[in-house]
């Protein structure tokens, strides 16, 4: 099977709705990501932070980079239907983004705009945690299917 044809084999058809869930904040981290990328004035435009000075405009793009390859990580995870995957990604939302952005932010390290990505992180965490609570999954129903 080639890598294209693996990547673009539709999900099962019985996705949870977690899985649902993360496949989205995948698209949604994909989004902030790609505009990042080709837009790294939106973060003194739009978030008001300083303009940008020497190479910072290229460290927005790396990061823009970072984002869009955990979007597309979160949007293929959440495809395969994985339970633990989900909620792997509650918990590096909840502790490692805040332990990591905030002291950038306090530093002075684009503040807004790791202010408003830990906050943006932490409630799509928050939500996948309520999905995952509120939709549970018998362990006999988790096993693989095969194709």
């Given at each position: 099977m080639s890598v294209l044809n693996a990547i673009f084999q539709p999900p099962p058809a019985d996705l949870s709705v977690p899985s649902?869930?993360?496949a989205f904040n995948g698209w949604i981290?994909?989004?902030i990501g790609v505009v990042l990328i080709f837009w790294p004035g939106l973060v003194p435009t739009v978030l008001r932070d300083r303009p940008s000075v020497g190479s910072e405009a290229g460290l927005i793009r790396?990061?823009?980079l970072a984002v869009v390859v955990i979007g597309w990580l979160y949007l293929f995870g959440g495809r395969i239907g994985s339970r633990p995957l989900v909620a792997a990604t509650v918990i590096d939302r909840?502790?490692?983004v805040p332990l990591v952005a905030l002291p950038l932010a306090y530093a002075g390290v684009?503040?807004?705009l790791m202010v408003a990505f830990t906050i943006l992180d932490v409630s799509l965490a928050t939500g996948s945690?309520?999905?995952l609570r509120r939709y549970r999954t018998a362990p006999e129903n988790l096993a693989r299917r095969a194709p």
């Open positions: 649902r869930y993360t981290y994909l989004t790396g990061l823009g909840w502790i490692f684009f503040p807004h945690w309520l999905l």
